[in-house]
């Protein structure tokens, strides 16, 4: 089924006699895979409103993701959280959507400054699992004007209604960038001078590093953006900081590597992705002992390349923070959930939120869990 | 405003009911008196006040939990309170409610700069939080003007703003867990000490929900190294309409500024009678804040000030040292005080495209002439977020409904052109009636089933946000339970 309008898809929906697997352009197979009849939102293109002297763009959700960054582009703006491509690390092919980002809540390595995709949502239309059309927040910055469903659709993976408009706060993409890089620093010293960039003044915009354990390769990388004289005088200022933990070096850089998680593509092996509290993420990774590392968020964002079937929540044991299974077989996944599981109280308030958005439980069931 | 008539078979056990809570709470936690119960009779919305049941100040999570067990077990309604400045009335009282104040739960319990967090709890005022981590180059973004004053608790309920968001956003953008304890007692965790939380994004749901949905008790929040420095510059315009056109280049233009404040001429002449901040006399006056080393900021400012220029300002002031910058900000920070000097004042929050400024104050200045009742404008420019102070007298009759009618057209009007009924202080029993007019029934339906969810007998502070009539076949099934 591919709506091409809200009120098909609204119909479309209500007159649904079993699950739908909601799909924006099926790059990003992240969780459980769903049963039932594809429904695709890939009809639903657009931009609504884009108003650049306001920060302001209004897009309908099936519109690429590629068409979303041009036009964002001509006006010298971007999107603030600089969502990652799933595609060369899942296998997939096919075209992202920009609703497909939101549902996933994706967010590449700004997200350690400039917030996560959820923080730059400031509206959403979406049709419920009762066939019902809502609005939620809008398109100004500031609006509290009743609950904010929208940090909650960010996120859903379509289980609690499907997105047909989004809105964003964009920012001006500066005119300048600069990385600094340290070659062969330890996994612990590496988050110690990324946590000591981040907290300077400097507005460290990107921290990431990779260690190919077996390879003995290690690079940490730093990134800072604005206007060319500051960024200079940043970089400079941020070598200087950190020469206590190594010796830094302005480079060129794809941060895109980083962002698409590059150097787990084409290795066949299970991906997880932590989210923890960065100084705890070295005796993690130590505790997993994984094929391949990647560190993003300054620590925060930690990338696992693990063999195939390993039960890595069962390796780490209690952590601060959780783990996802972003790469896998289905029977593994299957075994292990995808999403880490949450505290009974948690799960009863998720569990409620899905029996109210979709009390037939038709969109995407099981997905999450 | 009109609020639901109190449950009289919870009046009439007030007895047992204070009994139960002073077996879970030390004495002096537990206010039944009438003569104490006043201080809790409003919020910094001073015009609707009521005494409450009875009020708490619990010291512990635990505590907390003990009594909205007490409280659900009961059916007594709880309203939770931080300090009370909500101008919203979302704090605000019924006869039949316990107030749950988290004032007494104010430490630190946790600072962590290499992860750059605070875990406090959430009785801590806002700039407090700076307090305790600012001696290490470190502070809390979210600045509301009432800072000295209001509660963590209180921010996160309202998902609070201030003049720095437009660069380092709201409370929303700055919490990275909560401990919330249900209506039913039981204690959740939500997020932590890290950057995404997993599953369905609660915590963001959270903030934001005005004590209808849970008890804040702790929250750990991210905490961001200070600039180098600051710099402000003020500059005057002929007209609002080139002033917003103004703010809407600077923006254009690719430079972020931390603080964009706009001030009209009523506003400007009462800040200078109260002040006396040196501030050109026109029509339309912005501050302009950029941050940074020396350096990035002159660059920024040559930025901005070239842009002003092609605007023909009737003054351009760039601060050359730190007595000027304060002096430029005196005026604005003294603005809602000079304001109280001169008048009684309502203060609206409603948000609007930037783009629609210039139409926006227009057709305020024409509902000002139409209602008799002066206007002031001030707010954060770089977001759309207004704040047009609507002058009455308060002891004239029939001002205040004057100036309340007033105020809806003016947030109808920002409904109209695109915006939001309000953008940093809440809906609280304020807004609660106009909630139909930015969305249909069935996007206040969803909301209210997020509500049902948390809090199925409708306990939590339940006569706000939604409009009475709304909400009344949820309140009324409690009732009838009873
Ligand atoms: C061969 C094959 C294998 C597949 N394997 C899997 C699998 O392992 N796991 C799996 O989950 N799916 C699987 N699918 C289903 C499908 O690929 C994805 O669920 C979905 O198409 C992702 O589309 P997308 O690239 O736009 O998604 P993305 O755009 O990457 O979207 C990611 C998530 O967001 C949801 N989503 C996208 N658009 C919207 C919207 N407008 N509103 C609400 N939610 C939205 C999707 O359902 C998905 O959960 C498979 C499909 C095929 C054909
Ligand atoms: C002079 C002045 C200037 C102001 N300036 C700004 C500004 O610049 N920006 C801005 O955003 N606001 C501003 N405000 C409004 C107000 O200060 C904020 O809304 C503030 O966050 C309220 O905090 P509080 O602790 O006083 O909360 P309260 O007034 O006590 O309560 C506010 C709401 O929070 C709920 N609540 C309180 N504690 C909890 C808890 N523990 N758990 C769950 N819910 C709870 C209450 O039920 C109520 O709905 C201003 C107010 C004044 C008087």
Redesign the pocket.
């Known amino acids: 089924m591919q709506p091409q309008t809200e009120t098909e898809l609204a119909e479309m929906i209500r007159a649904a006699p079993g699950p739908l697997?909601?799909?924006?352009?099926?790059?990003?197979?992240?969780?459980?895979?769903?049963a039932g009849e594809?429904l695709?939102?890939?009809g639903?293109t657009g931009v609504s409103l884009y108003e650049p002297g306001a920060l302001t763009l209004v897009v309908k959700?099936?519109t690429p993701l590629a068409e979303v960054e041009a036009v964002l582009a001509d006006e010298g703006q971007r999107l603030p959280f600089e969502p990652m491509d799933?595609r060369a690390l899942l296998g997939?092919k096919?075209?992202?959507?920009i609703?497909?980002?939101?549902?996933?809540n994706?967010s590449g390595p700004r997200r350690v400054q400039a917030g996560a995709c959820r923080d730059s949502l400031i509206g959403v239309r979406?049709v419920d699992g009762m066939g019902t059309a809502i609005k939620n927040g809008g398109r100004v910055m500031k609006n509290v004007t009743g609950y904010d469903l929208v940090k909650l659709m960010a996120g859903?993976?379509?289980t609690l209604?499907?997105?047909?408009e989004v809105a964003f706060k964009v920012l001006p993409a500066p005119g300048a960038t600069a990385t600094i890089r340290a070659n062969g620093l330890d996994e612990a010293t590496a988050v110690r001078a990324m946590s000591a960039a981040l907290g300077s003044p400097f507005e460290v915009n990107g921290a990431a590093h990779h260690s190919d354990r077996h390879a003995d390769q290690a690079v940490t990388l730093l990134r800072i953006e604005g206007f060319s004289e500051s960024v200079a005088y940043r970089a400079n200022a941020l070598c200087e900081l950190l020469k206590p933990y190594g010796d830094w070096q302005v480079a060129e850089v794809d941060w895109s590597r980083f962002r698409d998680v590059a150097p787990f593509v084409g290795q066949p092996s299970d991906v997880w992705r932590l989210s923890v509290k960065p100084s705890d993420a070295p005796g993690l990774v130590a505790l997993a002992d994984p094929l391949d590392a990647l560190f993003d968020w300054g620590g925060g964002l930690v990338w696992l390349r693990v063999t195939e079937g390993t039960d890595l929540r069962a390796d780490l044991g209690r952590f601060a923070g959780h783990a996802t299974l972003i790469r896998a077989a289905?029977e593994t996944?299957t075994r292990l959930g995808v999403f880490h599981p949450e505290p009974a109280p948690l799960a009863k308030i998720s569990d409620g939120l899905r029996a109210k958005f979709d009390p037939r439980g038709i969109l995407?069931p099981g997905?999450m869990g | 405003m009109q609020m639901p008539e109190p449950n009289t078979s919870i009046l009439a056990s007030k007895g047992r009911i204070v009994a139960r809570l002073q077996e879970v709470l030390p004495k002096a936690a537990v206010i039944s008196e009438e003569s104490e119960t006043r201080a809790y009779e409003c919020d910094a919305l001073t015009a609707y006040r009521c005494p409450p049941l009875a009020a708490v100040l619990p010291s512990t999570t635990q505590e907390v939990s003990a009594v909205l067990r007490i409280c659900h077990e009961e059916g007594v309604p709880v309203v939770p309170r931080g300090s009370g400045t909500s101008l919203a009335g979302g704090a605000l009282p019924t006869a039949d409610c316990v107030i749950l104040g988290v004032a007494k739960m104010n430490a630190v319990l946790e600072t962590d700069y290499d992860n750059r967090f605070i875990r406090v709890q959430t009785g801590r005022t806002n700039l407090s939080v700076t307090g305790a981590v600012e001696e290490n180059g470190f502070f809390y973004a979210p600045d509301p003007s009432s800072q000295l004053a209001c509660a963590i608790a209180g921010n996160i309920a309202m998902n609070s703003g201030g003049a720095h968001c437009l660069k380092y956003g709201v409370t929303t953008n700055n919490l990275l867990g909560a401990t919330v304890v249900l209506m039913d007692g039981t204690v959740v965790e939500m997020g932590g000490a890290y950057l995404d939380a997993g599953g369905l994004d609660l915590l963001g749901v959270i903030c934001g929900s005005e004590g209808q949905l849970g008890v804040v008790t702790e929250a750990t929040l991210r905490i961001l190294p200070k600039p180098e420095g600051a710099r402000p510059v003020l500059m005057g315009f002929a007209s609002n309409e080139v002033a917003g056109e103004c703010v809407s280049d600077i923006i254009k233009a690719g430079v972020l500024p931390v603080a964009i404040e706009f001030m009209d001429r009523p506003c400007i002449e009462a800040c200078e009678a109260f002040a006396h901040a040196g501030y050109p006399m026109c029509e339309a006056l912005l501050i302009v804040e950029v941050e940074g080393s020396p350096a990035e900021i002159d660059e920024q400012l040559g930025l901005i000030l070239q842009i002003a220029r092609r605007h023909d300002p009737v003054e351009l002031r760039e601060s050359q040292s730190e007595e000027e910058s304060a002096r430029i900000w005196l005026g604005r920070k003294s603005a809602f005080g000079a304001m109280g000097q001169i008048n009684d004042y309502m203060c609206l929050d409603g948000t609007i495209p930037v783009t629609s400024l210039p139409l926006v104050l227009r057709r305020i200045g024409e509902l000002s002439k139409q209602y008799g009742l002066g206007v002031a404008n001030v707010f954060h420019a770089g977001d759309g977020n207004m704040h047009p102070l609507i002058l009455f007298d308060a002891n004239k009759p029939g001002d205040l409904e004057l100036c309340e009618a007033m105020g809806a057209e003016i947030l109808r009007l920002c409904v109209e052109v695109g915006g939001c009924l309000t953008g940093e202080h809440g809906v609280g029993i304020e807004k609660r009636d106009l909630m139909v007019d930015q969305f249909d029934p069935l996007d206040m339906e969803a909301q209210m089933a997020v509500k049902d969810v948390f809090d199925p007998d409708w306990l939590l502070n339940p006569a706000k946000v939604f409009p009475l009539a709304s909400s009344e076949a949820r309140r009324a099934t409690r009732m009838a339970a009873e």
Do not use: F
């Open positions: 697997a909601i799909r924006g352009g099926g790059t990003r197979p992240i969780g459980t895979p769903p594809a695709s939102v890939a639903l959700a099936g799933h997939t096919g075209t992202p959507t609703g497909g980002v939101v549902a996933a994706v979406y859903s993976y379509g209604g499907v997105l047909t289905d996944k995407n997905l």
